[in-house]
């Protein structure tokens, strides 16, 4: 009696592959693209058009793992790699959800792309970036703050500056300098914001500045990326890894960080980012939503080397000395426009001659106040002398109405009545109607 052989496994070989069906009319110059286990592609490919009986031509078939030889892939990720080249993709039928796998590209053209995809991992490689030179003021506040960092470890910095000051550029440039310190190491960033919103200023500032050639790979999966050339999602960070470590850039929003349950929420995402080692936490708009228990949880689970503190008006921290004053590098609209007075014509063109003159005007509340003055402010039973502050003017009750009613009121008064004030007169009230 012969021996019975049952063969329960086979080997699978994943395949992409790409067709083309001429007769079709409205398929003229589109090409489909897509993948399968089976031995055979063409039994594959029959399956799909046998039914309604459309010839094809098979353009070509090749295996589906990166030229390392160990990592596997699918017809997925070569789509969104030709997504992200502006390769057009065929719209769904209406009511469809599942997008088709049809490309406007040759035969010819999808096989290079697809050379391309499994040489480089699946990470298209930027054009040349543009060369920058950074203003004094930024420099200053890179060189400070490398300083900084290097004499306090696990520390953490403020840049106090004010809108348009370049922070972003700054801030990748301080990237690439902490890069260059850190030897055969990953130099991986970690940017946390309360403003999703300006994840493209952000991604294009990358794209601009520093480039893939840069080294540093941007990693996200903030919607507002979604799709971005050269955004990588975190998978795909991961399987482009080789034997060596890539350096990254990875953008994340609070929400998410803290919505996650690795950092105190009850989403089960975002756990690389409580594992990895980060040479630095940048937290953009520092003085958003950053100071709640919730926050500090979440931030308490970040491991990393150095913390840099990004914004234009962080009265808080600077109100509870937060940050030593060797920490921070201080740039206000007042400094800006002593530069743009005072520069020197030798050292070339003046970068801020495009800047607006900006006039400071202040209110003198004396009059407003005249009540508290007079009467001083009582402070553990003992009457100190009265000074302004602004919580304090404008602090209300638990119903919601002013502490400071009548003082309100008169400055309110003092701003549509009085002599030189913004709202005093029918043409300045026009002219600044935006302004309030």
Not at 15 to 30: E, I, Q
Not at 325 to 352: H, L
Request: glycine share 4%; with cysteine; hydrophobic share 35%.
């Amino acid at each position: 009696m012969k021996a019975i052989h049952l063969q329960t496994t086979r080997t699978a070989i994943p395949r992409c592959y790409c067709y083309s069906t001429p007769t079709v009319p409205d398929h003229k110059g589109w090409v489909k693209i897509g993948y399968t286990e089976q031995e055979d592609v063409e039994d594959r490919i029959n399956q799909q058009l046998r039914t309604a009986n459309i010839p094809h031509k098979t353009e070509w078939s090749d295996i589906a793992i990166f030229s390392d030889g160990k990592t596997y892939f699918h017809d997925t990720d070569f789509h969104a790699y030709l997504q992200k080249q502006g390769i057009e993709r065929m719209k769904p039928l209406s009511g469809d959800k599942k997008m088709p796998e049809w490309f406007k590209i040759s035969g010819e053209e999808s096989m290079m792309q697809f050379m391309k995809f499994r040489q480089n991992r699946g990470i298209l490689q930027s054009v040349e970036v543009i060369p920058y030179v950074l203003r004094d003021e930024q420099s200053k506040a890179i060189e400070q703050t490398l300083t900084y960092f290097k004499s306090h470890q696990n520390s953490e910095f403020l840049w106090n500056a004010k809108p348009r000051f370049g922070k972003t550029l700054a801030t990748y440039d301080l990237c690439k300098r902490l890069k260059e310190n850190q030897g055969e190491r990953a130099c991986n960033i970690l940017i946390v914001t309360n403003r999703p919103a300006i994840a493209n200023s952000w991604y294009e500032d990358y794209e601009k500045f520093l480039g893939t050639q840069s080294g540093f790979r941007f990693v996200s999966e903030v919607s507002a990326l979604k799709g971005k050339s050269y955004v990588m999602s975190r998978e795909q960070y991961t399987n482009s890894l080789n034997d060596k470590l890539m350096d990254c850039i990875e953008f994340v929003s609070l929400q998410d960080l803290k919505g996650s349950l690795h950092f105190g929420g009850h989403i089960n995402k975002l756990r690389e980012v409580k594992d990895m080692q980060w040479e630095l936490l940048v937290i953009d708009e520092a003085h958003e939503g950053v100071d709640t228990m919730k926050t500090d949880i979440a931030f308490n689970q970040i491991k990393r080397k150095y913390t840099l503190h990004l914004s234009g008006t962080p009265f808080k921290a600077l109100a509870n000395d937060k940050f030593p004053s060797d920490a921070i590098y201080n740039w206000t609209y007042s400094d800006e426009q002593r530069a743009k007075r005072d520069w020197n014509y030798i050292n070339g063109n003046n970068p801020y001659e495009s800047l607006p003159k900006l006039n400071l005007f202040t209110y003198q509340m004396s009059e407003i106040i005249h009540e508290e003055l007079s009467h001083g402010i009582e402070i553990k039973g003992e009457t100190e002398e009265y000074a302004f502050d602004l919580n304090q003017f404008f602090a209300t009750k638990t119903n919601g109405e002013f502490v400071h009613n009548e003082s309100v009121n008169r400055f309110l008064d003092a701003l549509t009545k009085q002599e030189k004030f913004p709202f005093s007169t029918n043409e300045l009230r026009e002219e600044l109607k935006h302004t309030l």
